[in-house]
């Protein structure tokens, strides 16, 4: 049995001579042990860079700016709209509503929404990017300032006005569903509601950020086109989930004097 062991070990020492890289050491409970510059090599990337310690942050350009300029405000504002409408979209998602996959489907989709004609439910088809991944198509768009962006900047950052259209297609199709609007809503008629009322009037201040950078010709005029068609179709989603939910809608009621 012992030459059986010996031999086995003069085996596995040749095999480890023809190595091409020793093999890492072993703890006395058969464990391999990592050196600290191999265990310093797998660590995961840090996420903090401390670039922007010192009050400054970089556009996609290269272009070192204060984050307090209006460029890291637009983008503030736009990544605030994204994490409203998420929380809004997890809210409607409990309740079962199809059109979360407009909001955060991470892939190319179709949805359905039931529409009555002549009595019979229809399913239409509309096809269309989940709004989530196309703020983060505005974010880039942002921020590469036209007036410093070179050519190939801006062709990998354009901003089409498909998305507004598909937007548009889509608040038609949930608006007629929708009883008449006969009064000023008041954020209410559930969670899922209340949310994408919130998310429409932070989708309002982002509009408001981006304007002033289009009107200085730093982004694409669709930018600011299609946050203002986004926050049109937020309220008729609130609307709708409302609807759906049977949730009463609070209107305003002008107090007596």
């Known amino acids: 049995m012992w030459r059986r062991a010996a031999a086995a070990g003069r085996a596995l020492r040749g ?15 058969g464990l391999c042990l990592r050196s600290p510059e191999r265990a ?9 860079t401390r670039t922007g310690d010192s009050g400054f942050s970089s556009t996609f350009t290269g272009e070192r700016r204060p984050k307090g300029d209006r460029i890291f405000e637009a983008l503030g504002a736009t990544d605030e709209l994204s994490s409203a409408i998420g929380l809004a979209g997890e809210f409607s998602s409990e309740k079962g509503h199809t059109f979360v996959d407009q909001l955060h489907k991470s892939s190319r989709f179709e949805t359905g929404t039931q529409t009555k004609h002549e009595g019979t439910a229809v399913t239409q088809v509309l096809p269309g990017q989940p ?23 801006r062709k990998r950052t354009s901003f089409s006005e498909k998305p507004v259209l598909e937007l548009e297609q889509w608040i038609d199709s949930y608006s007629e569903q929708l ?28 509009e408001r950020c981006v304007v002033p950078l289009v009107q200085a010709g730093e982004a694409d005029p669709n930018v600011a086109k299609y946050l203002n068609r986004l926050s049109d179709y937020l309220f008729v ?3 709708y ?16 004097p």
């Open 237 to 239: 989603l609130a609307r």
């Open 241 to 256: 989930a409302a609807m759906k939910e049977g949730k009463e809608e609070k209107i305003y009621i002008k107090p007596e």
């Open 179 to 206: 009883p008449p609007l006969r009064a000023f809503i008041l954020p209410s008629g559930g969670r899922s509601s209340a949310a994408l009322h919130f998310s429409r009037a932070v989708c309002r201040r982002a």
């Open 15 to 29: 095999m480890a001579g023809r190595a091409a890289s020793p093999a890492p050491p072993v703890s006395p409970h």
């Open 131 to 153: 709004v989530q991944c196309m703020l983060q198509d505005v974010g880039s768009n942002l921020a590469t300032p036209l007036s410093s962006a070179r050519e190939a900047h």
């Open 40 to 48: 310093a090599a797998e660590r995961a990337p840090r996420i903090y």
